[in-house]
Each structure stands twice: as C-alpha cells, then as structure tokens.
C-alpha cells in the first residue's frame, strides 16, 4: 500500500471495519476505567473543595476520547481533519489544582487504549497506575 492509496480510500469504505460489537466492548471498557478513575480520585482527593462534577467529567472525558479515537482510527483523511479542528479548541477554565490535571491526562490516555483497541494494556496500565497513585497518596497523607 503506497501513501497515495491511503488518500484514495473513501470514508464509507472504511468505516464499516470497526464493528458494533468492538465500539460497544471500547465503550464499556472506557465506562468502567472512567469510574475507576472516578473511585480514585473520590478516595484520594486532599485539596480544599471536592468537586463531584468533576469526577463525573473524567468519567465522560475517557468515554468522549474512546469516540474519538474511534472515528479516527477508520480513517486517515478523517484524523488529519480531526487534528485540525482539535487544535483551534482553546479551553479557558483554569485548573485550581495541578492533580487534577494527571487525573484529565490519566482519563484521556486510558480513552485513547480503550479506543485503539489496547484493551489488556488499558486495563493494566489504569489499575497500576491507580494502585501506584493510591498508595503515594498514603504516604503523603501520613507525612503531613
């Protein structure tokens, strides 16, 4: 396959290559790693204010991410317009807590396996890294 054939193929060609059932295991899979995160960042959380919007957010962060790569992933004419359009989004709200950042870069990674379909890898990096940030935050609460 030569790159002008990649620009060649057409959308509806290749969309059907991701079926219903492998979009609704990455949904699932996203849902559940989303509350995961969810649950870590309730159980962990040490700031000032807890906000529950935000934990629902992550939730929906890693499922809307999952979607995207999706749609991506079918079509390469379909990413590079995608890129586009991504980066011209300019998001205003400011985060009060630098945490909360590695907990919407954690939800959008975790999104980004469930929907390129690195399920295993997915799962495994999001329990680890989430057994890893419990414990540190243990001890960080046991210092203070």
């Known amino acids: ?11 509806l060609e290749n969309i059907a290559s991701i079926s219903i059932l492998d979009m609704a295991i990455a949904m699932v899979l ?11 960042y309730k159980k962990t959380y040490a700031g000032v204010m807890y906000s529950s919007s935000f934990g629902v957010t992550l939730v929906a962060l890693t499922m809307i991410t999952t979607l995207v790569i ?5 079509n390469v004419v379909l990413s590079l317009g995608m890129v ?12 009060k807590d630098p945490v909360d950042t590695v907990f919407m870069f954690w939800s959008i ?5 469930a929907g390129a379909g690195l399920y295993l890898i997915g799962i495994i990096a999001c329990v680890g890294v989430g057994f890893l940030y419990f414990v540190i935050s243990l001890f960080h609460k046991k210092s203070k």
């Open 70 to 74: 999706l749609a991506v992933t079918s």
């Open 84 to 95: 586009g359009a991504l980066s011209i989004v300019r998001f205003r709200t400011a985060i």
């Open 109 to 113: 990674t975790c999104g980004i396996m």
């Open 30 to 40: 996203a849902f559940l790693l989303g509350l995961f995160i969810f649950f870590i």
């Open 1 to 11: 396959m030569t790159f002008q054939d990649i620009f060649k193929s057409s959308f």
